[in-house]
């Protein structure tokens, strides 16, 4: 069972980068497509970006050209790169983990607070 652990959450001025990381422990990542999802206060989570295990990567609309994904599977990590933010990518930011051919993420970590201010 994959355990994931994100970390590099904090408070940022808008204009500015944040970088994510997820600590997978466990199974290797290698076979896992891992994921990168939001949770704004009041909203329901969404997607934001999804990394395969190939390395191709897939991002929601809201943070094309912004956000970069990529994974570390010798360090058994994965990373979400954030620049130009924006008030509105304020939310907390949680790592996932399927397996290929899983439709729904099965392993989620706690999540990390990312907080952008004007």
């Known amino acids: 069972q994959v355990q994931l652990a994100e970390s590099g959450g904090g408070l940022v001025q808008a204009g500015n980068s944040l970088r994510l990381s997820c600590a997978a422990s466990g199974p290797r990542i290698n076979s896992y497509v891992m994921g990168w999802f939001r949770q704004a206060r009041g909203k329901e989570r969404e997607f934001v970006a999804e990394i395969w295990t190939n390395g191709g990567t897939y991002y929601t609309d809201a943070v094309k050209g912004r956000f970069t994904a990529s994974r570390d599977n010798a360090k058994n990590t994965v990373a979400l790169q954030m620049t130009s933010l924006k008030l509105e990518d304020t939310a907390v930011y949680y790592c996932?983990?399927?397996?290929?051919?899983?439709?729904?993420?099965?392993?989620w970590g706690q999540g990390t607070q990312v907080t952008v201010s004007s």
């Open positions: 996932a983990a399927k397996t290929i051919g899983e439709r729904e993420y099965s392993y």
